[in-house]
């Protein structure tokens, strides 16, 4: 297979974080909006999750629609994991931060023993992709339930709390590139955190004034990020600015 992972641009970091926010709102429009619930949202989310990622495991290259598309519904999907276990389970967002935290460090302590690196430059193999959409799941279940925790549970409010997580990626990029910290690390550092970043910024938007939002509403801010990704992402589409077009040895 060639590289099925971008390039890590700046437009990877746009659509990255308009998708973050795109999970947070979108979960809440059809859960609340919409009056889908969450049980119903849950089941219809991933059985379309499944279904464009049975997609993407196909192909054998990147393609652009096809992979956003997945980091949407993942982004969807990894909210409603968190969503549930607050909401039904009565988990404590402390407890489920916490539990997230140990899973993750479990996957990249599985995926470095079986293949022996992290770099997203090498998802070459079914096994490799495997396992990096098993952790991006994982980034989003647990950037929900950290975002939620630091703005909603401790009352830092949406705007601090954005601006503390977009603080920690820019103190990260700069020790990547002025302390030479290493790439792979800095970059699941930064991966990990624009969840919380956009998990802040769309309820930032969406929420009501009386909430601490900007009333934006949930349909508003949802339509508008799509209507962004796709944007970047059919330009993408078209001239291949992102492509990796790495074939295996």
């Known amino acids: 297979m060639l590289n099925k992972v971008p390039e890590v641009t700046l437009y990877f970091w746009i659509i990255k974080i308009m998708a973050t926010t795109v999970g947070e709102t979108a979960a809440d429009y059809l859960n609340d909006t919409l009056g889908f619930g969450l049980t119903n949202t849950t089941y219809v989310m991933g059985a379309l999750l499944l279904a464009a990622l049975g997609y993407q495991l196909k192909t054998r290259r990147y393609v652009p629609p096809i992979y956003w598309l997945v980091v949407v519904f993942i982004s969807i999907v990894g909210t409603l994991i968190t969503d549930n276990l607050t909401d039904v389970a009565g988990v404590p967002l402390a407890t489920s931060t916490a539990a997230f935290s140990v899973a993750l460090a479990l996957i990249f302590a599985g995926w470095f ?134 074939q295996t040895a």
């Open 113 to 246: 023993a079986s293949e022996r690196t992290l770099s997203i430059h090498t998802i070459v193999t079914s096994k490799r992709e495997g396992w990096y959409w098993l952790t991006i799941l994982c980034t989003f279940a647990l950037g929900t339930a950290a975002g939620d925790l630091a703005a909603e549970q401790l009352n830092l409010g949406y705007g601090v709390s954005a601006a503390i997580f977009g603080g920690l990626i820019a103190l990260i990029t700069i020790a990547h590139y002025r302390l030479r910290l290493n790439a792979v690390l800095a970059f699941w550092l930064a991966y990990i955190l624009t969840r919380p970043l956009g998990a802040s910024i769309g309820d930032g938007l969406s929420q009501t004034r009386a909430d601490g939002g900007l009333g934006l509403g949930t349909t508003g801010t949802t339509v508008l990020f799509l209507a962004t990704i796709l944007a970047v992402v059919t330009y993408l589409t078209v001239t291949r600015r992102d492509a990796t077009e790495l």
